[in-house]
C-alpha cells in the first residue's frame, strides 16, 4: 500500500496476506514486515490473527530490534478484544522493564487512556518523561507524543500545569495550542447549533488530525541509497559501469546529503536513507531479471529496502548518530552547517 492511497480504498486483509509472504521471502526483514501485517488484521478486524502475528515475532528464533514495542502492540490488540487481564499483565512487564524507546510507552499509556484508566495512563507517561527526559537539553522528535500525551490526560484529570506541560508546549508548533487541543469541554461543542462554534471546532480538529499526521512514520519513504565504504568498493570492483555513478566515497556521502536537502527544500516529505549491501543488490538483480551493473537498477533497489522497512528517517536529531555510520553524532557530521 502506498502512502497516499486513501484508507478507504485498501483491503487490509490482502494487504496483510501481501506482507506476510514478503516476510517469508525476506526473514531478516520480517519484524518490521510482520508489524504492519498485524496492523492490517487490526484494521481488518481479525484482531486474533494479529495477536498469532505478535506471537509469531516474539518467540522467532532471530532476535527482535525492538521486542518491548511488540510486546506493547500486543498488549493494546489483546485489550481491544476482551483479553484485558493478560494485556494488563504484559503491560506492567513493560513499566517495570522501562525501555528506553518511547514508542512502547506511548503505545501502553494511550491504551490505558482509551480504557479510561486515566490514573494508570498519567503515571506511565509521566514514568516514561522522566526515565527518558530528565536532564535532556532538547526532547527528542520520538518523546513528543509522550509529553502531549502526558499533557492531554491532566488535562481531562483537571490537574495543574507543571515544568513537564510547559515543556510540551515549548513542544507544540501547531497554531491551536495544547491546552485548547487537549480542552476537555470541546466534546460539548460537537453538538452545539450554533456555526461559529462548529467552525472553530472543526479548526482545532484539524489542527490535532495535523498532529497526528507529523507523529506517524510512513511505510514507503522517499528513500535515497546508501553504501558504506566496504560495500561500495566491493560494488564498483564487481561492476565497473557503476564506478561513474560512485566517483569516490566521499562524494557519494555528500551527494546523499546534498539529494536529501534539495528535496526537503522542495517540501518533499518522509524522507530518508537506506543502506545497501553486494548481496543483497546481487539477489534483487536477479529477482528482476536484470543485471547488477545497469545503473538503472539502484533507485528500485532502494525503493525496495524501503518497502521492506528498512529505511532510517532522515534528518536524524541532531544528538543521534549519522546516517553515514561514522559513529559521530549527525550534527558534528553531515549535519554540521544545519
Known amino acids: 500500500m502506498r502512502p ?26 520480517a519484524e518490521a514486515l510482520l508489524l504492519r501485517a498485524a496492523a492490517h488484521r487490526e484494521l481488518s478486524g481479525d484482531r486474533p490473527a494479529a495477536t498469532a502475528l505478535y506471537d509469531r515475532l516474539l518467540t522467532s528464533s532471530r532476535e527482535l530490534d525492538d521486542p518491548y514495542l511488540v510486546r506493547a502492540l500486543k498488549a493494546s490488540n489483546l485489550w481491544e478484544y476482551g483479553h484485558e487481564a493478560e494485556a494488563r499483565a504484559i503491560i506492567t512487564g513493560i513499566r517495570t522493564a522501562a525501555p528506553r524507546d518511547p514508542a512502547p510507552w506511548v503505545i501502553v499509556a494511550e491504551s490505558l487512556e482509551s480504557h479510561d484508566e486515566l490514573e494508570q495512563a498519567h ?58 487541543l ?34 506517524l512514520s510512513r511505510p514507503f519513504p522517499v528513500a535515497v541509497l546508501h553504501w558504506p565504504a566496504g560495500e561500495l568498493a566491493e560494488l564498483t570492483e564487481a561492476y565497473p559501469p557503476l564506478a561513474e555513478e560512485y566517483p569516490s566515497y566521499e562524494g557519494h556521502l555528500a551527494a546523499i546529503e546534498a539529494a536529501l536537502r534539495e528535496l526537503a527544500a522542495s ?65 558534528e557530521c553531515h549535519g554540521a552547517d544545519v
Not at 11 to 16: F, V
Not at 296 to 312: D, F, I, K, S
Open 267 to 331: 517540501g518533499t516529505p518522509n524522507l530518508g536513507v537506506v543502506t545497501g549491501t553486494v548481496p543483497s543488490y546481487e539477489a534483487f538483480a536477479a529477482s528482476e531479471l536484470a543485471s547488477p551493473a545497469d545503473p538503472a537498477l539502484l533507485p528500485q533497489y532502494a525503493t525496495t529496502l524501503a518497502a521492506r522497512g528498512r529505511a532510517v528517517a532522515w534528518p536524524p536529531e541532531r544528538s543521534a548518530a549519522c546516517w553515514c555510520g561514522s559513529g559521530r553524532a549527525y550534527g
Open 182 to 215: 487537549h480542552d476537555p469541554k470541546r466534546v460539548w461543542s460537537l453538538g452545539s447549533e450554533n456555526p461559529v462554534e462548529l467552525e472553530a471546532e472543526i479548526i482545532r480538529l484539524r489542527a490535532e488530525v495535523g498532529a497526528y499526521r507529523e507523529a
Open 4 to 29: 497516499d492511497t486513501p484508507a478507504e480504498n485498501v483491503d487490509h486483509t490482502a494487504e496483510a496476506d501481501r506482507l506476510e509472504r514478503t516476510a517469508e521471502l525476506y526473514p531478516e526483514d
Open 123 to 180: 503515571e506511565t507517561f509521566t514514568q516514561a518523561v522522566l526515565l527518558l527526559l530528565t536532564g535532556v537539553e532538547k526532547p527528542p522528535r520520538a518523546t513528543h507524543p509522550l509529553l502531549f500525551g502526558r499533557h492531554r490526560v491532566r488535562r481531562m484529570l483537571g490537574a495543574a500545569h507543571d515544568e513537564w506541560d510547559a515543556l510540551a508546549d515549548t513542544v507544540h508548533t501547531l497554531p491551536i495550542g495544547l491546552d485548547e
